[in-house]
């Protein structure tokens, strides 16, 4: 132990002296202004420290690596601005590494900076979720509908288009996952945690079947005269939950959708994988794939999700 932490210690002092060159060449070859080579300074200074939270190495990262301290940093509140010349920074430090032969391969050259007019999310926390996934009452038909709602919203991170299309006949326990339709009409797969899918079952057992409904409406969700819902009445049906759950952001359900992704992440899941399971990413049809896809995005979900 006592080794390990010396051996910390000396690559910590490495590193920093990696900054310091950088910082003097930056100076010297770019003619930054001082408070520009300050903030450079502060967000590598702050990005090393982050490093060796994670026993990760400085000169021996990917941009995996990389991407997850971005998404740590939006999920603290970190502005646009700073996220982008934070990317910017760590760019130019790498690319500097490479040029004077310290490593061979730059691990940030693919990093893409945020659109700066996008405006970011609100953060809900796992508290704050799991307040507004307690708050609807499971004892009446709308109740329980409004539980599944948020609990698919958050657990499978869809889309609320994607969740209101959701047929009943798409619901089977045999099989842990829901193939979905998002964006430019392009399908992916994505896992039910056990937790949501008993959920599930059980409104459609108790209310969902006892509902009359249109003969050609056979969505999941519908109101308890037996209509489609709107997503203006999920939108409102959400803002009443979290009123009563004291939370005091503007939630809409893509907030949930946001959460989803963002506390995968904390929990240690690669970005890659939560990219593959928000459709931001197409999946290949081929049956093979398919297969091996389906396992491997339920294993995740189930190891990283709270409610896997």
């Known amino acids: 132990m006592i080794i390990s932490n010396i051996m910390s210690l000396l690559d910590n002092s490495e590193a920093l002296e990696y900054i310091d060159h950088y910082c003097n060449d930056a100076a010297y070859k770019k003619n930054l202004s001082k408070n520009t080579l300050k903030a450079y300074r502060s967000d590598l200074t702050v990005f090393l420290k982050w490093l060796v939270s994670k026993d990760y190495n400085l000169l021996k990262i990917d941009r ?31 690319a500097f590494l490479q040029d004077t032969h310290i490593i061979n391969i730059n691990p940030a050259i693919l990093i893409e900076n945020p659109k700066k007019r996008r405006k ?24 329980m509908r409004d539980k599944c709602i948020l609990e698919l919203l958050y657990s499978a991170g869809l889309r609320i288009s994607e969740l209101l299309n959701i047929k009943v006949n798409q619901i089977s326990a045999e099989q842990p996952f829901l193939k979905i339709r998002g964006k430019g009409n392009k399908e992916r797969l994505v896992p039910i945690g056990s937790f949501a899918m008993n959920l599930l079952i059980s409104y459609i057992d108790t209310y969902r079947s006892k509902i009359k409904v249109n003969a050609n409406i056979d969505m999941l969700f519908v109101t308890e005269n037996g209509n489609l819902i709107s997503r203006q009445s999920c939108w409102e049906m959400i803002k009443k939950y979290a009123r009563e759950s004291m939370i005091k ?17 904390n929990n240690g899941a690669d970005l890659r994988t939560v990219q593959m399971l928000l459709g931001h990413a197409s999946l290949s049809t081929t049956q093979i794939y398919t297969h091996i896809a389906k396992d491997r995005l339920v294993k995740f979900h189930q190891k990283y999700h709270p409610r896997g």
């Open 249 to 265: 952001k503007n939630i809409s359900p893509h907030n949930l959708r946001h959460a989803f992704a963002t506390h995968l992440l």
């Open 120 to 143: 970011l999310p609100t953060i809900i926390s796992e508290d704050e979720v799991e307040r507004l996934l307690n708050a609807p009452d499971e004892n009446s038909a709308g109740g």
């Open 64 to 94: 995996v690596i990389i991407n997850n301290y971005l998404a740590s940093k939006l999920d603290s509140g970190s502005t646009v601005s700073t996220i982008q010349r934070t990317i910017t920074c760590i760019k130019s430090f790498y």
